[in-house]
């Protein structure tokens, strides 16, 4: 099978609880309820989600952990993130084949199967709007500090080939900002560096032009502080190799940092 959706998505705090998301991120909030209806629409057997918020130091985490249940409080942010429960199913099978393909290629890949591993924020707010039922199964994925962006896309690259041999249908989310250079006031937007910066990463996307995306990464990630160091964006990008065509569903500021959201379908 093909992989149905690819999708960036943000996971700024302010959007955990929609009731009290302050107007600046409403776009963002109506284009994750816009990409939740693609994806009840697509029905897919499991959705893969790399976080931002899942730093591992070494190795790549793959989270096969059969049920996912949990409270959320966020250690960098209690006062936004405070108590909140999340269930989701896993898909232990398919997560064992991520972890082997990465393993034969050579990769620190790590199988994680542990009821008590509590998710990060970056996996539990952007799926509070994109699986509001539970009822997918979730496989979540680290970003590697130790890996650099080629090692990441890579890792992506073997993520993809297993999707597309899987007889699953599946759909993958990177979690994460673009520019993500933090500063104090939550409304503030990216510098106009930045913004430009951006804005030429989104047009690559937009052109379905994700060779120039991806050779344009390393830079842009050191320029605009893109967060988790680009490392999300490689793994999106290794995962999706071939041709899709994106759809740009909202932007957001937060504290500085760039978020959007936006699917790639398979053409
Ligand atoms: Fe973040």
Not at 11 to 28: G, S, V, W, Y
Not at 154 to 174: D, H, P, Y
Not at 207 to 229: F, I, T
Request: include cysteine; charge should be negative; hydrophobic fraction near 40%.
């Amino acid at each position: 099978m093909t992989i149905e959706l690819g999708m960036l998505v943000p996971h700024t705090p302010r959007m955990c609880h929609e009731d009290k998301a302050p107007d600046f991120l409403r776009e963002l909030v109506q284009g994750m309820h816009e990409v939740a209806s693609v994806i009840e629409t697509v029905k897919p057997d499991a959705l893969l989600l790399v976080s931002c918020h899942w730093m591992s130091s070494f190795h790549h985490f793959v989270d096969a952990t059969p049920e996912h249940k949990g409270v959320l409080t966020a250690f960098e942010c209690p006062e936004l993130i405070s108590d909140v429960p999340y269930y989701h199913p896993g898909d232990e099978e398919l997560a064992s084949q991520l972890v082997e393909a990465g393993q034969n290629a050579g990769l620190p890949v790590v199988k994680v199967n542990d009821p008590t591993y509590v998710w990060d924020y970056g996996t539990v707010v952007p799926l509070r709007y994109l699986l509001p039922k539970g009822n997918i199964p979730v496989i979540d994925l680290s970003v590697c500090w130790a890996a650099n962006l080629e090692e990441t896309y890579l890792w992506g690259q073997q993520i993809g080939k297993v999707l597309r041999e899987s007889n699953k249908r599946v759909v993958f989310a990177s979690s994460g900002a673009l520019s993500h250079n933090l500063i104090r006031g939550p409304h503030f937007m990216p510098t106009l560096a930045e913004q430009a910066l951006d804005n030429q990463f989104l047009e690559y996307l937009h052109q379905n032009d994700l060779s120039s995306a991806w050779k344009m990464l390393p830079q842009y990630a050191r320029a605009a502080g893109v967060e988790s160091g680009g490392r999300h964006l490689a793994l999106l990008l290794g995962v999706l190799e071939g041709s899709y065509q994106s759809q740009y569903y909202g932007y957001g500021q937060s504290s500085g940092s760039a978020n959007v959201v936006m699917t790639f379908k398979p053409q």
